[in-house]
């Protein structure tokens, strides 16, 4: 399995560009996640979703849209990018099997955008 | 969601054991205590997780006290390879309504370990 993936791995916008960033899995997980973290800090969720065709907010949504058409992939979109989009995001994705039981996240390698 | 306090960073000796400390004075009855890390460059990666209990796995062991204010994650013997940032995390196991896996991230603690 390659797990979480995501495309691209680097990326340079300038302001006012737009792009979409993919996110792919695998494991057949009913929750994926984007997160971004700037320098020096921990993740901040953006997005999130709990199934194929359902997304909700996170802490920090302003600026980003996000689509879940299929259930392996979930898709965040920057319309018009901003310096302060600056930084790395991360995908991740979770099962959820009820009960008492804990599933982790399994977070993809990252995309490090810069937006001049 | 309940806060939580880490030391911003850490050494340790190679082969020795890391223990770091996290303290979460507002947990509730029904939250866990979680352990990611992140290597440089990486994303984040689970560790392990407890509730009240001592909990052991292939990694490391996670130590909560009684009163379940603070806890210390364990690394029995570090290595050059778990240099990374350390993140704790208290949340409910399954949050009702939307915020399903949510994890909110604090800045952690930053393990060095010495060759």
């Known amino acids: 399995n390659a797990g979480v993936t995501q495309t691209p791995k680097f990326r340079v916008l300038k302001t006012g560009q737009s792009m979409t960033l993919l996110c792919a899995q695998d494991?057949?997980?009913?929750?994926m996640y984007w997160y971004r973290q700037d320098p020096g800090m921990g993740l901040r969720l953006i997005h999130y979703s709990v199934g194929e065709g359902t997304t909700a907010k996170g802490e920090v949504p302003d600026g980003y849209n996000v689509s879940r058409l299929k259930k392996q992939n979930f898709l965040l979109g920057l319309e018009s990018a901003a310096p302060s989009q600056t930084s790395v995001y991360f995908c991740?994705?979770?099962?959820?099997?009820?009960?008492?039981?804990?599933?982790?996240?399994?977070f993809g390698p990252g995309t490090r955008l810069t937006v001049l | 969601d309940a806060k939580t306090t880490q030391p911003p960073s850490m050494d340790c000796a190679e082969g020795r054991a890391a223990n770091l400390p996290c303290n979460h004075s507002t947990i509730s009855g029904n939250e866990y205590v979680y352990w990611y890390r992140q290597i440089h460059s990486q994303g984040p990666q689970y560790i392990i997780h407890?509730?009240?209990n001592n909990e052991t796995n292939e990694m490391a062991s996670l130590i909560i006290t009684e009163d379940r204010k603070s806890s210390t994650l364990i690394l029995p013997h570090a290595t050059l390879r778990d240099t990374a940032v350390y993140y704790c995390?208290?949340?409910?196991?399954?949050?009702?309504?939307?915020?399903?896996?949510?994890?909110?991230f604090g800045q952690g603690t930053i393990l060095t370990v010495h060759p």
């Open positions: 494991m057949n997980h009913e929750y």
């Open positions: 407890g509730l009240k």
């Open positions: 991740a994705s979770s099962s959820f099997s009820g009960g008492s039981s804990y599933n982790e996240q399994f």
């Open positions: 995390i208290v949340r409910v196991l399954h949050a009702g309504g939307t915020s399903y896996g949510k994890l909110t």
